[in-house]
C-alpha cells in the first residue's frame, strides 16, 4: 500500500467514524426518523441534541407543539437561532389540528425546500403526522411508504386521521394503498 492510498484510506474511516459519532447523538433523540437528506422527524430534543442536530448539518427546526408544554425547552428559539439555524414555531393544539396548521407548515417547508430540517414536537406524534403529508402532497413519496413512515412511530387517532383524510382529500389524493391500513378500516384498500 502506497503512502497516498494509506492516507485515504484514513481519511475514509475518519470520515466514517464522524458520521458515526454524529448518527449517535441523533438516534438518542425521542423517536428520530431521518426521512430523506434534507427531512427528519422526532419528540423533544434536549439543549445537547440541539448542538448534534447543528453539527449533523441541520439547518432549520420546526416546532410544532406548545412552548409550555411539559418537557418543552425553555428559550428553545433562542437556543436554536444562536446555533446558526433557522426555528419555525407553529403551535398545533394535539385536540384539535387544522389544515391551516399544516398549510402554514407546508408553506414554512416549500420557502427553502432543500434545507435540512428537523420537524419535533414532544413524542413525534404531530411531527411525524405532519411530516406524513408533506412528503406525500409535495415530494411525491407513495403513500404506502409513508405510511408504514409513520406507523413506526404511532398510528394516528380518530381526530388525526380525520385531519389527514381531509387534507388529502383536498389535495384530490386517497389515503388508500396496497399496504396502507388505517385503524378502523376492515381491510386494505
Keep these: 500500500m502506497t503512502a497516498r492510498s494509506a492516507r485515504l484510506l484514513l481519511a475514509f474511516v475518519g470520515c466514517l467514524s464522524v458520521q458515526a459519532l454524529l448518527a449517535a447523538p441523533l438516534d438518542d433523540i425521542v423517536n428520530y426518523r431521518e426521512y430523506s437528506a434534507t427531512l427528519s422527524s422526532s419528540g423533544q ?42 426555528y419555525v414555531h407553529i403551535p398545533v393544539d394535539w385536540d384539535a389540528p387544522s389544515k391551516s396548521d399544516f398549510y402554514a407548515f407546508a408553506g414554512a417547508m416549500q420557502r427553502e425546500p432543500d434545507k435540512k430540517t428537523l420537524v419535533h414536537c414532544q413524542v413525534n ?36 386521521r380525520s385531519l389527514i383524510f381531509d387534507t388529502l382529500e383536498e389535495n384530490d389524493v386517497s389515503p388508500h394503498c396496497d399496504t396502507c391500513l388505517w385503524e378502523g378500516d376492515q381491510a386494505r384498500q
Design 45 to 86: 430534543p434536549n439543549a445537547d441534541q440541539l448542538e448534534y442536530l447543528r453539527d449533523a448539518g441541520f439547518e432549520r427546526v420546526v416546532f410544532l407543539a406548545f412552548s409550555d408544554h411539559e418537557g418543552s425547552i425553555p428559550n428553545e428559539d433562542r437556543i436554536v437561532k444562536d446555533l446558526g439555524m433557522h
Design 125 to 160: 406524534f404531530r411531527a411525524s403526522a405532519f411530516s406524513f403529508l408533506y412528503r406525500v402532497l409535495f415530494e411525491g413519496v407513495p403513500m404506502g411508504q409513508a405510511k408504514d413512515d409513520m406507523d413506526a412511530v404511532w398510528v394516528p387517532n380518530d381526530t388525526w
